[in-house]
């Protein structure tokens, strides 16, 4: 039996290609020997002063919001607490198409079983310190070219990789979860290996 591991993924909770691979690394964790802690970053950050379309930028603006009251909800509970309410944000954002809002921050942070007025931190730049130095940690280790899910990971030989993806929908399920996890660390801890891609066919397939 090999020893658990940690594995740290960076999530924005308006991404729906983040919430695909988070959902698989739930499932990793249920077939491999790891476990699973989720961190912040923030699209609306990394895309500060870039020459973004009008519709982009407007996502971006309201893309502060669900990353303040994650960061406020982390600071109030602990960062075990994103577990749930990433789910909880990300089954609304993403399966059920609500559109950002208070309320909708609100009743994610019940769902989850945390204090819904947290979504006040939505409106505020109060947490956006602590949202920068999050980001910060995620990204410093893969560069300011890629966005999220970003991973952590200690490599097959143990020394730390970190990664942009992998961008897969659906996610994949049971014993076939864990074969791509494989396979991704394999190549992210193959020094000076970089890139691997293909176009993409299919939109997020949330199943």
Request: proline share 7%.
């Amino acid at each position: 039996m090999s020893e658990r591991v940690t594995v740290d993924m960076w999530f924005d909770p308006i991404c729906p290609w983040a919430w695909i691979t988070s959902r698989w690394l739930l499932e990793v964790e249920r077939v491999r020997e790891v476990d699973i802690r989720f961190h912040v970053m923030s699209l609306s950050v990394l895309n500060e002063g870039r020459d973004l379309p009008e519709q982009y930028q407007e996502l971006m603006r309201t893309g502060w919001g669900p990353v303040r009251v994650c960061i406020a909800a982390e600071q109030r509970y602990g960062t075990e607490s994103l577990r749930d309410l990433y789910t909880a944000l990300g089954t609304r954002i993403h399966l059920g198409q609500e559109k950002l809002s208070a309320e909708l921050f609100a009743a994610a942070l019940s769902d989850a079983g945390l204090d819904p007025a947290l979504s006040e931190a939505a409106d505020g730049t109060g947490y956006d310190q602590a949202l920068r130095a999050s980001h910060e940690a995620g990204m410093r280790p893969v560069g300011t070219d890629v966005g999220t899910p970003v991973i952590h990971a200690p490599g097959p030989d143990g020394s730390p990789v970190a990664f942009f993806g992998p961008v897969i929908t659906p996610a994949p399920k049971g014993e076939a979860a864990g074969r791509l996890w494989d396979g991704v660390l394999l190549v992210a801890g193959t020094p000076g290996f970089y890139e691997l891609k293909r176009s993409r066919e299919l939109g997020p397939i949330f199943d």
